[in-house]
């Protein structure tokens, strides 16, 4: 019985796994960006092994930006882009050289496959050639401003301190007679 425990224990420790891969080349990071444009809020998620700290949409080229930064040499992500928030025939560049990664669509989303070396920060450019498809652009709505203050028609801080106090002596003058009433 020693025996074979004996033995059981040497092999775990000689016997080593046939398909060890380091676990962070293969860890997927979710990113979901939040592309307001057009009155619109669109939602671009990306699962990937680096991170994207930063990114920018300009609406007139039809461009997503995406700043990529990475800590392994071998880069592997998939974006989810709303077809509504671009569509079309894609191009992209990484790093201002064209770059062709796997693409599918459907009739809500695309669907993109990237694979690319290079470690440090890295950017990313998706040019759609279409924008808002089926949707309109709304007015952005925006706070509206409160005319400024004119001279005068602030109250002064000692005007309402003296609401608070006149309101707590009302208060309490109220608590008091009820306590008496019990009492009595």
């Not at 092994?49 to 997503?64: A, Q």
């Not at 496959?113 to 925006?142: H, P, Q, R, V």
Request: net charge negative; glycine share 8%; charged share 20%.
């Amino acid at each position: 019985m020693k025996t074979l425990f004996l033995l059981s224990l040497v092999l775990l420790f000689a016997i080593s796994p046939a398909y060890g891969q380091s676990l962070s080349d293969a860890t997927g990071l979710v990113t979901r960006l939040d592309v307001k444009t057009g009155g619109h809020t669109f939602e671009v998620e990306t699962v990937s092994n680096f991170n994207i700290p930063d990114f920018n949409f300009d609406k007139d080229e039809k461009k997503l930006s995406l700043f990529i930064n990475s800590g392994l040499e071998r880069n592997l992500g998939e974006l989810l882009i709303p077809r509504a928030l671009l569509g079309g025939n894609f191009t992209f560049y990484l790093n201002e050289q064209p770059y062709f990664p796997k693409v599918h669509s459907n009739e809500k989303i695309s669907f993109v496959t990237l694979n690319f070396t290079g470690s440090g920060e890295n950017k990313l450019e998706i040019f759609g050639t279409t924008y808002l498809d089926g949707l309109t652009a709304k007015d952005e709505i925006t706070p509206k401003e409160l005319p400024p203050l004119q001279k005068g028609e602030t109250l002064p801080d000692s005007l309402g301190w003296l609401v608070l106090v006149g309101f707590l002596a009302v208060v309490s003058a109220i608590v008091i007679v009820k306590i008496k009433k019990q009492k009595s």
